[in-house]
């Protein structure tokens, strides 16, 4: 276990930058690349001239094949003023580089991307004394989801578990960092499971590597006019499930135009400590409109600007959709304007289930479920007690429970699979570590475990650590 770390230089240039003034984040990359009318063998170029699978719209590819475009695009951004430019890696994991049969190629694309994207940000900062550039390293959320039923047959099944998540974000980490990021961004989060194992396999890479940057989330919420993510939580609930995170920023980005993102990012404001980012997309997609997009640069500096105005935003820029022109006129909309003040959050015990639950007194009613090998009826027994008003789920793990590891996985899908539990935090108890953690990969939201799961000395403290990278509290 490292106990120091390394800080990168990032750190105290971004403080002070965000100290200073609402940064700018840059715009669409697809936007941009589908301008060029790029060809199938523009993206196989030489290397991949014979691969058996399509490969256009595989942006990321391009990284290798066509890195001058990509190139071009970020070089059009900081012209634009953006101080920070995001990778072209938005696919550079190997879940959704399976669908191309690029798996192995997935270090290779996420580092390509950073450099391509360190290059002409050093390229800019030698131009002009005093410039600064930053680059994103943007881990994507995969093509898959953790807390999701993909089998509505079995309400246990999910299409990856946070094991195969982890692993894929590793690597790809390795790569940005290898190619020169000097952030890593965990963007357009739809199931929060996923991000939680995105931040997971981070914190590993950090310390097998003893150093770390600055890390940044945003998330997506799908519905216009809804207060709830792709995967079920409220933003409150969301927030408090990385909370655990040390992040530069929390925000949101894509699916959304700045009208219906709005009264989410001004909640998120209300709520985090952290610095807030928001880019959405140019308004919802409408085909019958040349660009495919309703905002142009002027309708969307005008609502940013006046959400800067408003103290909400510490940095900004735009999503799907998003040009050059339109980065160019938000910047010049929050010229000047005051960044977002620190926000000040009373200590409390903090959790969420797919709704937020804030402990301060009295310790709430809980729902006391013993996983003995029948899940079912664990199952039945919690609807029972949160009908007759539990707000927290405690599930206690038999000892030598066979292949417990596997059962308390099943139970803790089988309990989101149902409305009224997945809605509350759970607090895992139990003489096998092993169970507990297995329990803690299958939480979207905050849970907790009791002291204890942690066992003594040296172990204790793995545990401890491993328990906050899972974003649990210990109770």
Known sequence: MVTHMTLHKSFGELEQLLNERIAVIDGAMGTMLQRLGLTEADY?????????????????????????????????????????????????????????????????LARAGAAVARGVADEVMRARAGRQCFVAGVLGPTSKTASMVTDLNDPAARGITF????AAYADAARGLLDGGADTLLVETIFDTLNAKAAFFAIEQVFEERGA?????????FIQAGGNRGASGQTVEAFWNSIAHVPLLSVGMNCALGPREMR??????????????????????????????????????????????????????????????EHIRAIAAAVSGVKPRAPLTVAPALRLSGLDALTVTGEWPRVARVTLAGDEEAAVESALDQVDDGAEIIDVSVSAGLPDAARAVTRLMNLLAFEPALARKPVLLSGPEWAAVEAGLKCLQGRGAVTAGCLGEGAERARREQLARWYGAAVV
């Open 263 to 324: 009264p989410l990012i001004e909640e998120l404001a209300r709520l985090a400590p952290a610095r807030v980012s928001c880019h959405p997309n140019a308004g919802l997609p409408d085909a019958t409109l040349p660009s495919g997009f309703p905002e142009t640069p002027e309708t969307m500096a005008r609502e940013l600007g006046e959400w800067a105005r408003n103290g909400w935003l510490n940095l900004v820029g735009g999503c799907c959709g998003t040009t050059p």
């Open 44 to 108: 196989r170029g030489a290397r991949f001239k014979d691969w058996p699978r399509e490969l256009k719209g595989l942006h990321d590819l391009l990284n290798v094949t066509r890195p001058e475009a990509v190139a071009e695009v970020h070089r059009q951004y900081l012209a634009a003023g953006a101080d920070i430019i995001e990778t072209n890696t938005f696919n550079s994991q190997a879940v959704s580089l399976a669908d191309y049969g690029l798996v192995a190629a997935a270090r290779e």
């Open 212 to 220: 770390r940057v600055p890390l940044m989330a945003s998330v997506t």
């Open 163 to 166: 094991d195969e998540l982890a």
